[in-house]
Every structure is written in structure tokens, then in C-alpha cells.
């Protein structure tokens, strides 16, 4: 039997992957077909990414999907957000593409001010400060390389810029434009008069495109390496955009943690909520399907256990027991439900976003409260997970406080959906119940987008509802 097949190409900061999905017996199928590293190179003392490197091995998945004999109707690729490329009027890319963590933004928010306040800022756009947001990083280019502003013509999100390689047409998505700082979230386009105030050249801020747009097929070159003609649609190309779409509940009030590295928890609006009360907690506005806006606060998520678990393995700390020990992220949570130590710090506080050792920072955090210091591996991961579900409850309260709505239920989507006794924690700290799942959420968003598109789904809602069906929650 013959499948309509859809290919999401979901790129994260540190891996890739080709995700195959088909409608069988009115469930979602998914099969991952191709996985790849990704990461920051250093390039003249900057962290870049290497956009080539990253479309070479987005022609190699789509090779195995001819040699599987698995040809997609359509595909479509999402990313991370707030990162860009220059083209020129040859279309050739202006200077490198710069990544977020670059140190090339500090003080540009100072620059930024002098010319629009932080306050007046957040009221026009809705999207919580960040030094890495693509407002400030424009500005970098404008004070230290004005060149690269001089010589663009135009202006691509990664996202769109891997688009346009594979079809040669130029759209702007607008979920990820919304995380640029610069659209207007009352008319859904960009902020003209922000951007000339900023002194950002107009004429790279085009048309915006909703998710599922058609961009074009791909270019006869392209057609030729990979084997085969298909259309690309553009899915929610900022990953949380994507993941959000997939959360399996059909409500309109739906209180969501999208949990990897970081834990994105929030509510969808229909309306963005701009009130200084907002901006004071930290919650931004992101465009999301439809014109829903994702209102939602970024928690420190599963970083402290990732790094955690990273100096474990190699054994900085426990030199001495060798790397025998089961350090997985199911075991660290296993044991970390039945150890007894009830200290906690908070997960938000900048000393955890880039410490040397995490494990010594969790230490020092603790000392410095007179709180029991953790030793073990397992004291230390109960720390963490007890930490997250109260920075949980905290959030879920402003979200309830800020928007009026009494939420019953969290949904967990992505990886730490898997984190079971993280799931019972949150259940129990916060009164509510957790639906767990799915772990995929942004390539099942990502293909959502797509399938909708296809005319597979009638809308966002019948959709969801079949995620649910195919891939189920575990209720917490």
C-alpha cells in the first residue's frame, strides 16, 4: 500500500535529524531515517555555524529517504530561533552566520536603549529580553560591522536560509520571526517604524509567512543529488513553535512544559499580553500556528542534569570509581527518588548557565544557604529535579496570576517527558495532574504543520487529537 509520506529536518544546537512520517489506520507512524551532529565552530575568535556543513547533511537524509523507497510528499525544516544570514545581491552569504552564544552582543542593549527604552521595547513586541535575541545581535552588525548591513539585500532566519538553498525562493517565516524582537504583535508583521528608528535596513524585512506556506520544489540541482522532486512547506521553523503545536490536548486553555536543555512552560493566547506586570515576570510573546501566541517563561530545564551527568561520565568528580556506574538520565532519576535529602536552590539563578563544574556550583549554592551539601551523584540529582518542580509550581502560579486562567493539567512534551519521578515531583508540587508525552514533540509539530498543509488534518485541533491517539500520555 502506497503512504503519503511527510520529512520534518529538525536541527537542534548540538544534533540533526530526518524525521519520515505517514497517516496508517488514523494514527501518525514516525521513523527517524538519519541523525547528525551539530555544533558552534570558532571562526576568528566568533562562534558560527557552519550553514554549509549543515545543508550537506540535510541533502544526505534526504538520500536515505530514496534509498528506503520512501519519497516525502513534502518536507520542511525547523530549527533553533534568533540566528540569521546575510545575503548579498549575488546572493552569496554576508560574513559568517553568527550563533547566539557569540559574545558579540554585549552592550548592545545598551545601544539598543539609547534609542528605544527596555520598557517602551517589550510593550511594541511582547518578547522577553535576552542578549542573544536577533534585535541585539543586528545591532553588533550595525556598530562593529557596519559592512555586512551595507552589503545585505536580504535577511533569512537559518531556518529559511536552508529553505531558499534547497528551492532558491526567499520566504520569511513568522514564528521565528518573532523571536527576532522587531515584529508587531497586534498586526502579526514586522514593526517598520521600530526598524527604522533602530536604523536596520527596511528593505530586508519582507512578507511574513504562516506556517504551512508553500516555498517551492526543490531546484534542479538539488533534484539531482537527492534522487527526487518534492514540495518544501514551511512547519513552525522555531523548534518550540513546533514542539507546542504537537501537545495532545484539544483544549484552548492548555498549560504546557516543552522540556529539553531548557523548559519552556506556558499557555497559548490568542492575543499577546504586553502589560508591564508581564514583562516584570520575565514572559515573552512568541508567534505561534495559527497566530497563537506561545506565553511562556524559559526555566533552566534538564541543563543541570545534562551537565551534571556529562562530569560524572567523565569522571572529574568520582575519580576513583571509574565509569562502571549506570550515569543514564533514567538511573540519576531512579535514584534520586530515594535518597532523603530535601535541600533545594534555584534552578533560574545565572551561576547555573554555564559554571565549570555544575556539581561544585549545586555544592556552593547549598553551602552558602546552610542547606545539607549533597555528595552523592544521587543526592546531587535530587537536588536538581526537586529544584525544577518547584521553579514549576512558581511558574505555573505567575502564568494563572498573569493571565486570569485556572489551568488542572500540565502537558510535558519533548525529552523530559521521559523523566518519570521529575513527572511524579511536578504532580505532586504543583497539585496537578502531568500528561507526559510525546518525547518527539517538535518533529511530530514539524510534520503537523506539513500534514494540515497535505489536507491529512482539517485543522490544528483534529490534529492534536490524533497525537494523542498515536502516541498517548502517561498521566502523572
Not at 498586526?187 to 524585512?205: A, Q, R, S, V
Not at 516555498?215 to 518544501?232: A, R, S, Y
Amino acid at each position: 500500500m502506497g503512504y503519503n509520506y511527510y520529512l520534518a529536518v529538525d536541527i537542534g544546537a548540538s544534533s540533526g535529524r530526518h524525521i519520515l512520517s505517514h497517516l496508517e489506520n488514523g494514527k501518525i507512524i514516525i521513523e527517524e531515517i538519519y541523525r547528525f551532529y551539530n555544533g558552534n565552530d570558532i571562526e576568528n575568535g566568533h562562534r558560527i555555524w557552519d550553514t554549509d556543513r549543515l545543508f550537506n547533511e540535510i541533502i544526505e537524509g534526504m538520500k536515505k529517504c530514496k534509498d528506503a523507497g520512501k519519497i516525502p510528499v513534502s518536507m520542511g525544516i525547523d530549527t533553533w530561533a534568533v540566528d540569521y544570514c546575510l545575503l548579498d545581491k549575488d546572493d552569496k552569504k554576508v560574513g559568517p552566520c553568527y550563533a547566539y552564544r557569540d559574545s558579540r552582543t554585549e552592550h548592545m542593549d545598551e545601544e539598543v536603549y539609547k534609542i528605544i527604552p527596555q520598557h517602551e521595547l517589550y510593550a511594541k513586541t511582547g518578547i522577553q529580553k535576552a542578549i542573544f535575541n536577533t534585535i541585539y545581535q543586528l545591532m553588533a552588525d550595525k556598530v562593529n560591522e557596519p559592512d555586512r548591513l551595507n552589503n545585505a539585500k536580504s535577511f533569512l532566519m537559518v531556518p529559511d536560509y536552508l529553505h531558499f538553498l534547497l528551492t532558491g525562493v526567499k520566504k520569511q517565516e513568522y514564528t521565528n520571526a518573532s523571536t527576532t524582537q522587531l515584529v508587531d504583535p497586534d498586526t502579526n508583521t514586522w514593526d517598520y517604524e521600530l526598524i527604522e528608528k533602530l536604523g536596520f535596513p527596511k528593505e530586508l524585512f519582507t512578507e511574513l509567512s504562516m506556517p504551512g506556506s508553500y516555498v517551492g520544489n526543490l531546484l534542479p540541482e538539488i533534484q539531482e543529488k537527492v534522487g527526487f522532486d518534492t514540495k518544501v512547506v514551511l512547519p513552525a521553523t522555531h523548534d518550540t513553535g513546533s514542539a507546542v503545536m504537537s501537545v495532545p490536548s484539544t483544549s484552548d486553555d492548555v498549560l504546557y512544559i516543552s522540556s529539553g536543555t531548557w523548559s519552556l512552560m506556558g499557555c497559548e493566547l490568542l492575543s499577546a499580553n504586553t502589560s508591564a506586570e508581564a514583562e516584570k515576570a520575565n514572559f515573552t510573546n512568541e508567534g505561534g500556528y495559527d497566530h497563537r501566541y506561545r506565553f511562556l517563561k524559559n526555566i533552566m530545564g534538564l541543563w543541570m542534569i545534562q551537565s551534571v551527568k556529562k562530569e560524572l561520565e567523565e569522571g572529574y568528580q568520582y575519580a576513583g570509581r571509574g565509569n562502571d556506574e549506570d550515569y543514564s538520565f533514567a538511573h540519576l532519576c531512579e535514584k534520586a527518588s530515594t535518597e532523603a535529602i530535601d535541600s533545594l536552590v534555584d534552578a533560574n539563578d545565572a551561576r547555573f548557565l554555564a559554571p565549570q563544574s555544575m556539581i561544585r556550583e549545586i555544592k556552593d549554592a547549598c553551602w552558602e544557604k546552610n542547606l545539607e551539601v549533597p555528595e552523592t551523584p544521587w543526592q546531587i540529582a535530587r537536588v536538581i529535579y526537586r529544584s525544577l518542580a518547584c521553579c514549576y509550581k512558581d511558574a505555573a502560579k505567575e502564568i494563572e496570576d498573569l493571565t486570569g486562567k485556572f489551568f488542572d493539567s500540565i502537558n510535558i512534551v519533548g525529552g523530559g517527558s521521559n523523566a518519570k519521578w521529575l513527572n511524579e515531583l511536578t504532580a505532586e508540587v504543583t497539585g496537578k495532574n502531568v500528561l507526559a508525552g510525546p518525547g518527539e514533540a517538535t518533529a511530530i509539530g514539524n510534520l503537523g504543520a506539513q500534514m494540515i498543509a497535505g489536507d491529512e488534518f482539517a485543522d490544528l485541533k483534529t490534529f492534536r487529537a490524533c497525537v494523542f491517539e498515536s502516541f498517548g500520555v502517561k498521566k502523572f
